[in-house]
């Protein structure tokens, strides 16, 4: 089992910044790739960004020099830093976890409102 605890959402301008974390606990060694997603009311849950045990990341188009992915090993923890935040970038934001062994899993956290406006 993953335990997945996010914070830092809330209400923040437009051109504004957010930070997002996401704290993972359980039985973590087997976690291959963390990520965020995010789902707005009556939209598709998107990636957002993702990044990999080996380094790698990947970013949604709407989102790319924008936010930044980030990862701290030592505290089982990734990042979103948000950055010129726009209205469209309003919605919940839930951080994946996903495990390979014994078998592929997804593990979601609550999931954190970021609203974007003035």
């Known amino acids: 089992q993953v335990q997945l605890v996010e914070s830092g959402g809330g209400l923040v301008q437009p051109g504004g910044s957010l930070r997002l974390s996401c704290a993972a606990s359980g039985s973590i060694f087997n976690i291959n790739s963390m990520g965020w997603y995010r789902q707005a009311p009556g939209k598709q849950r998107e990636l957002v960004a993702r990044?990999?045990?080996?380094?790698?990341?990947n970013y949604a188009d709407s989102v790319k020099g924008r936010f930044t992915i980030s990862r701290d090993n030592a505290k089982n923890t990734v990042y979103l830093q948000m950055n010129s935040l726009k209205p469209e970038d309003t919605a919940v934001y839930y951080c994946?976890?996903?495990?390979?062994?014994?078998?592929?899993?997804?593990?979601w956290g609550q999931g954190t409102q970021v609203t974007v406006s003035s």
């Open positions: 990044i990999f045990s080996g380094g790698s990341t």
């Open positions: 994946n976890a996903q495990v390979v062994f014994p078998s592929i899993t997804n593990y």
